[in-house]
Nanobody, 126 residues
Framework: QVQLVESGGGLVQAGDSLRLSCAAS????????IGWFRQAPGKERDFVAA????????YYADSVKGRFTISRDNAKNTVYLQMNSLNPEDTAVYYC???????????????????WGQGTRVTVSS
C-alpha cells in the first residue's frame, strides 16, 4: 500500500510559479507510475501530468505543456510538479495518484490509479 501526501499549494498571482510535492510512504514507491490531477470548483477531475516508474517517460495535458514539469526522486519517495507561468485557469485542488498495474500509456486517465492523496489547493489570482 502507498500513502500519498501533497504539499506546496498556495495563493499566487498570475505569472508566478509554484512547486508541488507528492511524498509517498512505502518501500515500493519506485514501482509506481505517479500522476497529478486537478479539480476546479464545479468541474471534473482532470489529468495534468504523469511520470513513469523510472522517471524516464512523462505525459502532459495540452493545457499545461511547456509550463509544467513533472519529475521524481525515488531516493526521496517524492514526485514534484513544477508549475510556471500560472494563470487563473490553473486554480484547482491538485491531487497526486499512484498506480502500477498497467503499461504507462494508460496513466493519463484516473481509472488506473490505485492510491490518491488528499490534495493541495492552488489559487491563482489575476
Amino acid at each position: 500500500q502507498v500513502q500519498l501526501v501533497e504539499s506546496g499549494g498556495g495563493l499566487v498571482q498570475a505569472g508566478d510559479s509554484l512547486r508541488l510535492s507528492c511524498a509517498a510512504s512505502g518501500r515500493t514507491f519506485s514501482y509506481y507510475a505517479i500522476g497529478w490531477f486537478r479539480q476546479a470548483p464545479g468541474k471534473e477531475r482532470d489529468f495534468v501530468a504523469a511520470v513513469s516508474w523510472s522517471g524516464g517517460s512523462t505525459y502532459y495535458a495540452d493545457s499545461v505543456k511547456g509550463r509544467f514539469t513533472i519529475s521524481r526522486d525515488n531516493a526521496k519517495n517524492t514526485v514534484y510538479l513544477q508549475m510556471n507561468s500560472l494563470n487563473p485557469e490553473d486554480t484547482a485542488v491538485y491531487y497526486c495518484a499512484a498506480g502500477r498495474k498497467y503499461s504507462f500509456s494508460h496513466y493519463t486517465s484516473s481509472r488506473p490509479y490505485d492510491y490518491w492523496g488528499q490534495g493541495t489547493r492552488v489559487t491563482v489570482s489575476s
